[in-house]
């Protein structure tokens, strides 16, 4: 690139989008020469949840709602970078990349330059910068994934069909089988069945089946019980404290299975995800555990995944140019 031609695209505005796509929730993000002026939310865009053809609609969506609200046209978009919960591998990340175009065309979306990756992946550029460090994510899901040298390792991550122990799901799955044996008389009595029929009115623990039914209706799924549980343990109840406890066990399995890829002590881990990032009793009795040991140190992250997604895009920028 000449110098003149250099000149005049540093003058020129430029317009990245980051997309946030979890479990729960996605968020995406519009910047304009590095100041965001738009910010729009959907639903889940995890594959595994809703499939890939409508995680695909719902993040077309969100740069459509972003365009508008920062009145601009797709093609003004220099970059877009969205990371995606449950993606990893090679050709996941090209399935829904292929789609996105095909459905964007369709749709008459121009997006030049658009690159789709893990949501994870995202967390742990934006909290680090590129160097190196350990990211846990417990939100609906619960991942670990550690930066040692040029190479990424992971632990977790596999959906809650599957696993992911220790998640915002994992959690309330096991608040309702608790729920469940103490009703049929197989495990401990606990409050979180009175908090449960008091959140959906549906319920009447004098006729368990209807907790059946109002999972069968969608009335709740396992990650909006987690509240309940984390409540029941600050209360006192002693089986939500056990499920509390063994998730934080199973964060820290998790941690331990990512941190043998490094040699140094003190290798620093960020928080991510609703579930740990906020003040919970969880997060409480996690952070302990991680200050125990002498070979993690909790550091605050530099930045989100946001930020990890708009980082990326701003070197796309550059190396285009």
């Known amino acids: 690139m000449t110098k003149s031609k250099r000149e005049d695209h540093q003058k020129r505005d430029y317009y990245i989008i980051g997309i946030d796509g979890g479990g729960t929730r996605t968020r995406g993000v519009l910047e304009k020469n590095g100041e965001t002026i738009a910010t729009a939310y959907a639903g889940t865009t995890r594959v595994g949840a809703v499939g890939v053809g409508e995680s695909t609609e719902r993040l077309l969506n969100v740069i ?3 365009c508008e609200k920062a009145a601009i046209d797709s093609l003004d978009l220099d970059a ?15 399935r829904s990349l292929h789609l996105m175009k095909t459905l964007a065309r369709v749709e008459g979306l121009i ?47 596999w959906g809650i069909e599957l696993d992911d122990e220790g998640s915002g799901a994992w959690i309330g799955r096991e608040g309702i089988t608790a729920i469940l044996r103490a009703l049929d008389g197989r495990g401990a009595k606990t409050i979180l069945a009175e908090k449960l029929a008091e959140m959906l009115p549906s319920i009447d623990l004098n006729q368990p089946r209807t907790i059946v039914k109002a999972y069968a209706d969608r009335n709740f799924e396992y990650q909006l019980l987690t509240p309940l549980v984390m409540q029941a343990a600050v209360e006192g109840d002693k089986v939500a404290l056990d499920i509390i406890k063994r998730a934080s066990s199973h964060i820290m399995e998790l941690l331990e299975a990512v941190g043998k890829h490094f040699k140094t002590q003190k290798v620093d881990v960020a928080l991510f995800g ?32 946001i930020d990890g997604a708009m980082d990326i895009a701003k070197r796309m920028i550059k190396d285009s140019d």
Not at 81 to 91: D, H, T
């Open 274 to 305: 609703g579930v740990i990032e906020n003040k919970t009793l969880l997060k409480d009795i996690l952070e302990d555990a991680i200050k125990k040991s002498k070979k993690y140190k909790l550091c605050k992250p530099k930045g989100t995944a």
């Open 111 to 157: 997006l030049n330059d658009l690159m789709i990756t893990s949501d994870a992946e995202l967390a742990i550029h934006g909290a680090f910068g590129g160097k190196p460090g350990i990211v846990l994510i417990v939100g609906t899901g619960s991942i670990a994934i550690a930066k040692s040298g040029n190479k990424l390792y992971r632990a977790g991550g």
């Open 64 to 66: 459509k709602d972003l």
């Open 80 to 94: 877009v970078v969205i990371g995606l919960a449950g993606v990893w591998l090679e050709e996941e990340k090209k």
